[in-house]
């Protein structure tokens, strides 16, 4: 279990992290603090994993308790509303940096980051994980697993070894949340894990039928067949 904490003095903003984060598995949060004081005296005698800091706070700064924090100290994600403290963030060893107003997507992929860092050790398929939302639970899905996604209205399909999951989401925040060099958008409703693909049938017509590991079959659009020249069996154009 991974344990975190949330600096933020804005209560709002501190609630829609808890509300994030509560069924993120494995993190659990051990407090929520208004002001940077009060949680530096809380952090000289607890070793959270994880630490959600906003940079302007009353009384000590955020990048004020950044560079007071103990050893060992926690992988620390700054929350802010002003982008011009990015690169002095990033001078304080920071993991993440989340840009207010963020969303679940951003989240994740900040908090995917920060647990890579919080366990080096782990083997790839505990680190190299995405999280898909199904039946209000959270569901860490290794990428090796995660073939396919479909979008479907308001939702997408996700397409795994172990079975079909729906989220609310779109395919664009699914395409620029996943690792650009692992997943091609292979037609507007398709997005496919590159190493996936096992079969390549030409049509006719220019297009492609792909055949993935577990036997789907996925239609290739017309104007994506520029990005699929890094398939192997198709020619690059």
Do not use: C
Request: aromatic fraction near 8%; charged fraction near 25%.
């Amino acid at each position: 279990m991974i344990s975190a904490i949330i600096v933020e003095d804005e209560p709002l903003a501190a609630e829609k992290l808890v509300f994030l984060l509560k069924d993120f598995p494995g993190i659990r949060i051990d407090g929520v603090f208004s002001d940077a004081g009060t949680a530096l005296s809380w952090l000289q005698t607890h070793t959270p994993d994880l630490l959600f800091l906003d940079i302007q706070l009353p009384g000590l700064s955020g990048m004020e308790l950044a560079r007071a924090l103990p050893e060992p100290s926690p992988a620390l994600i700054f929350t802010t509303a002003f982008d011009s403290f990015a690169v002095e963030a990033f001078d304080v060893n920071t993991v993440g940096y989340l840009l207010k107003p963020f969303d679940r997507h951003r989240l994740i992929a900040v908090v995917l980051k920060a647990l890579k860092k919080i366990r080096p050790n782990a083997a790839p398929a505990d680190r190299d994980v995405y999280p898909v939302k199904s039946g209000g639970k959270i569901r860490l899905i290794p990428l090796k697993d995660l073939l396919w996604v479909q979008s479907d209205h308001n939702e997408v399909k996700v397409g795994t070894t172990g079975g079909i999951l729906i989220q609310r989401s779109t395919l664009t925040a699914m395409e620029e949340s996943l690792p650009a060099g692992d997943y091609l958008r292979v037609h507007k409703s398709f997005l496919i894990r590159k190493e996936a693909v096992k079969e390549i049938e030409p049509l006719p017509n220019g297009e492609f039928i792909l055949t993935l590991s577990t036997g789907k079959k996925i239609p290739t659009g017309r104007t994506y067949r520029p990005v699929l020249s890094g398939l192997p069996g198709i020619p690059e154009v």
